[in-house]
């Protein structure tokens, strides 16, 4: 009772990346240089792979859905983040900063989940391909990707309801550029240790497990490419390589993040950085750098003026 009496803050000021003025200028051009690159080549991927028959298969399909989302995990953080760059005082309402809170996990839950089944997709095709076409038809990967959203909304508002059911009454200087589980329920004015307890283990077990679900999946894809062609192997561990660039550059900072209770270091927003801003946009660069298929579909749609058309 005395938690709902107490006056309950309206906006929080976030410390950002740096204090330094020359700092901000440049990591502002950066960002927002990565921003654009972001939304650019995420897009062309989407619009490749609907625009391509041939790369109508559950491979791209999960792709198409892995760049959508990039987008949007990018949108939630990096706009607020490049405004604060070039203001003195960086504020966000309460409303706006749970909003924020909500999409980032919405996002970055449905891209663990979209990742682990990635994974088995590849694990399927490789393992037991004779199998693949009615194990991985199109009819289950709809409803794999609805799983997912599903499963990310479930947790989003989890996450969300034990931040909001806190009393916040004094503190509102968040040391962190966006809004956060972790810094956020530090402003608490209550003891939060239990909450934090069950963040974490929501959070962190969702990280660890699907990590270990890959890690798994990608052990038993590469045991059995012994028993491929030459050919085989090699185009196996192309796919499967960028797969997995794509999971550790994405798990390693949510692991390093979300799987400790109540604890801070000063290397915490270069890890944010990493995640929010650097990843949805090597995911792209990854996949096409080394997909000689949507290479070649690019190059076939800019040849037949697509691309161009599009902009028109």
Not at 60 to 75: M, R
Not at 306 to 311: P, T
Request: net charge positive.
């Amino acid at each position: 009772m005395d938690a709902l009496n107490q006056t309950r803050v309206t906006e929080f000021v976030f410390l950002g990346l740096t204090d330094k003025w020359v700092l901000e200028i440049l990591f502002f051009l950066a960002f927002s240089v990565t921003s654009v690159l972001t939304l650019l080549g995420n897009t062309l991927i989407v619009v490749t792979i609907v625009f391509t028959p041939r790369l109508h298969t559950p491979m791209y399909f999960f792709l198409s859905n892995l760049s959508f989302i990039d987008i949007c995990h990018s949108s939630v953080t990096v706009p607020k983040m490049l405004e604060g760059l070039l203001l003195e005082i960086k504020t966000i309402s309460f409303d706006n900063c749970i909003a924020q809170l909500f999409f980032l996990h919405l996002f970055a839950c449905a891209e663990i989940f979209l990742l682990t089944i990635m994974a088995y997709d590849r694990y399927v095709a490789i393992c037991a391909p004779l199998h693949y076409s009615n194990v991985m038809n199109m009819r289950v990967c709809v409803q794999l990707v609805f799983a997912l959203w599903l499963g990310a909304t479930v947790h989003s508002l989890v996450q969300t309801f034990l931040t909001i059911r806190l009393p916040y009454c004094g503190p509102k200087i968040i040391d962190s550029y966006f809004c956060d589980v972790p810094p956020v329920i530090k402003l608490a004015c209550t003891d939060t240790y239990l909450t934090g307890m069950l963040i974490v283990s929501n959070s962190g077990t969702i990280s660890l497990t699907c990590f270990l679900a890959l890690v798994t999946s990608y052990t038993v894809i590469l045991v059995s490419l012994r028993k491929q062609s030459a050919e085989g192997r090699r185009k196996a561990l192309s796919t499967c390589s960028a797969h997995f660039m794509v999971v550790a550059f994405f798990f390693g900072p949510c692991i390093f993040i979300y799987t400790r209770p109540d604890t801070s270091f000063s290397i915490d927003k270069v890890v944010s950085v990493f995640y929010t801003v650097v990843t949805p946009l090597l995911n792209p660069l990854i996949y096409t750098l080394r997909n000689e298929e949507v290479k070649s579909a690019m190059k076939h749609l800019r040849q037949r003026g697509f691309f161009m058309k599009s902009g028109t």
